[in-house]
């Protein structure tokens, strides 16, 4: 049988371990603490409620261990199932397969149940002879070194086999922010259905509550209690160990976080020299121990939240620096125009690049007029990506405005106001900062300019000018018209007064009247109020549709019967729906 120089290191998280070391017969030059912790597992708690020993193995496997290696830089190849799944004896194949394969190529494969329930390494395999074989937790105490093909999935009643298949270039300041917001997201923790048929496992910072409830109630498995100590000491020194590498690899001060890390690990160590693993025949958790225990536990567990508070700020700013690098503000002019309204293609709606085209046709002529025009004035600015080398520029994001006077809406306020129209920020910038760019670029021509505040309008829409967002940027609700909401941002003490103005009323008699006044703001304003036009006049003489373009002084939009349309997206079958039911209440 051939077999690969590898050996399972000594560790108490074998999963960890053992993921280390594939990477390490890979090449990888990191030792095996700073692929624990580079992984993303070292941050990671995990407990049931008793404290068994099987606790902290109780995660998804599938999940965690396969993001662990993404975050090591590598792609991987799993094999997984369970007795019972329909897939069960395929799968227990496919990973004897994969063992044989990896062998055959110079890579071990990361293994559940080698020699106990334990993760262990595939580092030999005889295809012919049907057996593989492994290193695991009990190599030195002569533990088993072979695995019949027969015995795979059996003991466990499942099959999990990891292996690391190639290490990808990766930029190491984004790999280090990956497994910060690893360390985020683990401290949050949860709860979650345990493997091994365990029951319900805590993790983050249920799983520290969890820890200290056990030891005050006194209802604890020394067992259990020992290797959690052990375990997690081991991973917490991990952690303090990395983050200094984090923060020269990203530029971040982290002094704050690994200061709080190296604590909990201070006190985890402590306790783990309390309740030894195993603890032995003699050992006994008397009350004194349990209170010393649970002293160490809560301050290791101050510590970490400690630590964590600290990097969510940090790693926030830093998240948002990178977001906007190489991100560029330019104006809305001839030079830009044929980029704006690039997002019609995040609308799953067909055909709106057309109106996209007719709506920058017509606002080219309204580009730099000044505010005597007879017709609306439009401004903004375009968010770019821009790229590191050549070409390649693309639109991200923009932002509309206009004088309100000219910007064609039901709205009347005192003092200098602007119109914002719809904002947008390619879906996967959200969240990241590049709007606050739009925002404050609006803000700063808005305060050059002279301007008292600005208005707009919002719904409760998710995917359509939502309130929150804007809320978020400092406007506030002013006037609500049904679920149209009137925001407001002040600029200066001069009150507004904002209002709607209600159109005026339907002459009563003659054929329903739909009157649609058409601007160019929206491809998808636009696209609405051309279906109201193509339905009203296909349900014939009953109704009488007035269109236009929108006129100084008149609104945009489209009133039925003298009451105005929502403003937002409204589909075909709805708008006929409402057509009809206004018919059948017009009084002629």
Do not use: K
């Not at 030195?140 to 003991?155: F, H, T, Y």
């Not at 969240?431 to 700063?444: D, K, P």
């Not at 009809?580 to 009084?587: F, K, L, P, T």
Request: aromatic share 6%; glycine share 10%; with cysteine.
């Amino acid at each position: 049988m051939h077999a690969l120089d590898v050996r399972l290191p000594p560790s108490w998280d074998t999963a960890a371990a053992a993921l280390g070391a594939c990477a390490q017969a890979l090449g990888d030059p990191r030792d095996g603490r700073t692929l624990a912790a580079a992984s993303g597992l070292a941050f990671r708690i995990a407990l049931d409620r008793r404290l068994s020993p099987a606790g902290p193995h109780g995660y998804p496997w599938r999940e965690e261990l396969t993001a662990a290696a993404e975050r090591l830089g590598y792609d991987w190849r799993l094999v997984a199932s369970r007795a019972g799944e329909p897939g069960f004896e395929r799968a227990c194949d496919a990973a004897f397969e994969l063992g044989c394969l990896g062998v055959e190529a110079g890579r071990p494969t990361l293994w559940f149940g080698v020699q106990v329930a334990e993760f262990g390494l595939v580092r030999g395999a005889d295809r012919a002879a049907g057996r593989l074989s492994v290193s695991g937790l009990l190599d030195a105490a002569g533990g088993a070194v072979e695995l019949d093909r027969a015995q795979i999935g059996a003991e466990a009643g499942l099959v999990f086999a990891l292996q690391l298949i190639e290490r990808v270039p990766q930029d190491p300041a984004a790999a280090a922010l990956a497994t910060l917001r690893t360390a985020l997201e683990h401290a949050r923790g949860g709860r979650y259905a345990g493997a091994l048929e365990l029951p319900v496992i805590f993790s983050g910072a249920e799983a520290w509550q969890l820890w200290e409830e056990a030891l005050t109630q006194g209802d604890v498995d020394p067992l259990g209690l020992a290797f959690a100590a052990q375990r997690y000491a081991e991973a917490r020194a991990h952690v303090a160990q990395y983050l200094p590498m984090a923060a020269q690899a990203t530029g971040l001060d982290l002094g704050q976080v690994a200061q709080g890390y190296r604590r909990a690990a201070t006190m985890l160590t402590e306790l783990a020299r309390l309740v030894p693993y195993p603890p032995g025949p003699s050992f006994m958790l008397t009350t004194t121990l349990r209170d010393e225990a649970a002293a160490l536990v809560s301050e290791a567990a101050r510590a970490e939240r400690e630590a964590i508070w600290a990097l969510g700020p940090i790693l926030a700013a830093a998240e948002r620096a990178r977001a906007t690098a190489g991100l560029e503000l330019r104006p809305l002019n001839a030079a830009t125009l044929p980029d704006l309204f690039a997002c019609v293609a995040e609308i799953p709606i067909s055909g709106l690049r057309e109106e996209a085209a007719q709506c920058r046709a017509r606002l080219e002529p309204l580009l730099g007029q000044g505010s005597g025009s007879p017709s609306p004035r439009i401004d903004g600015r375009l968010l770019y990506q821009m790229p590191a080398q050549g070409r390649g520029r693309r639109l991200v994001g923009h932002i509309l405005w206009a004088p309100l006077e000219q910007a064609g809406y039901g709205l009347r306020a005192e003092g200098v106001r602007w119109f914002l129209y719809c904002p947008w920020i390619e879906r996967a910038r959200r969240g990241q900062g590049a709007g606050r760019r739009l925002f404050e670029a609006l803000v700063e021509a808005a305060r050059a300019a002279g301007v008292d505040g600005i208005l707009t309008l919002a719904t409760s829409i998710d995917v359509f000018l939502h309130h929150e967002g804007y809320e978020r940027g400092g406007f506030v609700e002013v006037a609500r018209q049904g679920d149209t909401r009137l925001l407001e941002l002040c600029l200066t003490e001069t009150p507004s007064r904002a209002q709607f103005v209600e159109p005026p009323p339907a002459p009563p008699g003659g054929p329903l009247p739909v009157v649609v006044r058409h601007n160019y703001h929206c491809p998808l304003l636009l696209r609405v109020r051309r279906e109201v036009v193509q339905l009203g006049r296909q349900l014939g003489s009953a109704v009488r549709v007035d269109e236009a373009d929108v006129a100084p002084g008149e609104v945009a939009g489209v009133t039925v019967g003298g009451q105005r349309l929502p403003h937002g997206p409204m589909g075909r079958e709805p708008l006929r729906r409402g057509l009809e039911e206004a018919i059948s209440h017009w009084r002629r």
